[in-house]
C-alpha cells in the first residue's frame, strides 16, 4: 500500500522560507516520478513541481526561481524548499508520483501572512 506523508509547512511571514517533506512507502521510490501539488481554498489543485527518476525537474511559472524540488532516493523522501513566499501561496501542499499519481497524503497546511 501506498504512502505519503507531508511534514514542515507552518506559519510564516510573506518573503519567509520554508522546506517541505514527503516520506514515501508502498513504491519502488528510485523508478518513480515524484510531485509536489497544492490547492487553496476554493481552488483547484495544482501542479507545482516535480523531477523525474532521472533528476529532470520542472517548475510551475508562479513557483520558478523560488521553490526548488529534490529527492534522497536512499531516504525514499523528496522535499520541497520554498523561498521567497508570497501570501498567494497559502495552500495546502501534497505529493504524490508523477505523472500519475497513485495516492495522496493528507498534506501539510503553509500559510503566508502579508
Known amino acids: 500500500q501506498v504512502q505519503l506523508v507531508e511534514s514542515g509547512g507552518g506559519l510564516v511571514q510573506a518573503g519567509g522560507s520554508l522546506r517541505l517533506s514527503c516520506a514515501a512507502s508502498?513504491?519502488?521510490?528510485?523508478?518513480?516520478?515524484m510531485a509536489w501539488y497544492r490547492q487553496a481554498p476554493g481552488n483547484r489543485r495544482e501542479l507545482v513541481a516535480w523531477v523525474t527518476p532521472g533528476g529532470t525537474i520542472n517548475y510551475a511559472d508562479s513557483v520558478k526561481g523560488r521553490f526548488t524540488i529534490s529527492r534522497d532516493n536512499a531516504k525514499n523522501t523528496v522535499y520541497l524548499q520554498m523561498n521567497n513566499l508570497k501570501p498567494e501561496d497559502t495552500a495546502v501542499y501534497y505529493c504524490?508520483?508523477?505523472?500519475?499519481?497513485?495516492?495522496w497524503g493528507q498534506g501539510t497546511q503553509v500559510t503566508v501572512s502579508s
Open positions: 504524490t508520483t508523477y505523472p500519475n499519481p497513485v495516492s
Open positions: 508502498g513504491i519502488i521510490f528510485g523508478l518513480k516520478g
